[in-house]
């Protein structure tokens, strides 16, 4: 059974604090995404990367960061945390290849910034 | 400037009925067409999926209907139920790409 696991799921931090928030998944894939989820807005693409140490800006970039030091595991930082980053994330992962473009989401991390 | 325009962004259907949510599209390199549903607590999960090769594709209850020319596509629920309350998401993505571009959402209540 496919697995994409995320370190919390719930996280309250205080403005300014650095933020870490971990994906994991178990099937190999070489594609790991990071998104934002707010009411109204659907999902908005952070980050992505399509291999180790490989990363491209997506839509929202500004505020974050992000880490790929083992094909598992891609990280979202916040560098300091701020009330307007206070929303749902998401990570995905998905292979690479034509026939797969299925992207398979953890349960997601709400992250409230006091 | 948003990709991909999906609406309503709400809908409430009885029990029994057809839910019909729509989207469209402006990149024509786009090939690859998914709809994703998400429950609440949960991340979102592929329902089914599109490609532009052809106008229709059904699964069970669950059927996309494809306009090619005028890049937009649906999905209809076929006697909708309580159980398929939840969200929807349409995407649209570029094979090669390998990202996905995805619409606001639209929560659908299915009343008993």
Known sequence: ?114 | QQQVKQSPQSLIVQKGGISIINCAYENTAFDYFPWYQQFPGKGPALLIAIRPDVSEKKEGRFTISFNKSAKQFSLHIMDSQPGDSATYFCAAATTNAGKSTFGDGTTLTVKP
């Open chain 1, 1 to 114: 059974d496919v697995k994409v696991t995320q370190s919390s799921r719930y996280l309250v931090k205080r403005t300014g604090e650095k933020v870490f928030l971990e994906c994991v998944q178990d099937m190999d894939h070489e594609n790991m995404f990071w998104y934002r989820q707010d009411p109204g807005l659907g999902l908005r693409l952070i980050y992505f990367s399509y291999d180790v140490k490989m990363k491209e800006k997506g839509d929202i970039p500004e505020g974050y960061s992000v880490s790929r030091e083992k094909k598992e595991r891609f990280s979202l930082i916040l560098e300091s945390a701020s009330t307007n980053q206070t929303s749902m994330y998401l990570c995905a992962s998905s292979r690479t290849g034509t026939d797969y473009n299925e992207q398979f989401f953890g349960p997601g991390t709400r992250l409230t910034v006091l």
